[in-house]
């Protein structure tokens, strides 16, 4: 018993350790975490995340007063990519505060990258939040990094 909750311990405290780690980029509209020695870069309102051997970013970009209606967000996001497959592809669930959630995995053949992508819509509101990664990095620690960040962004309103 006694190892047991030494272990409880131990693992909340590395939990403890590892988020202590990040730090966090803030907009008024949204917020997500940042893995430390991570760079951070604002094009023209359009965010990017990355590690510095610059293998792949995480890219956030918003719009407000888009009117782009519902039934042509999975088209879309599929020409994003210049992608053939079929809009059952793109996943779509409700998410929180309103917002409709996308999802979509694609992987370029040519430039030989991972792109996930995640879209939040409300009204004439678009969050646009992608992950691209070289194919040779995408495993193990960097994955897990890429992946973390990405769920870390929280939409504020």
Known sequence: MMKKTALVIAFALGSFAFAQK?????????????????KSTNDSDIINIFPTSEIGAITISEYHDLDLPKAEMKKFILALYQSKEEEQKVKENKGKKGYTEYFYEYFDEKEKLFWITRAFQKDKDLYLVSINCGQKYWNGNYMNLFNETFNSFKIKK
């Open 22 to 38: 990040a730090q966090s980029f803030d907009s008024s509209n949204y917020s997500i975490n940042i893995p430390e020695g991570w």
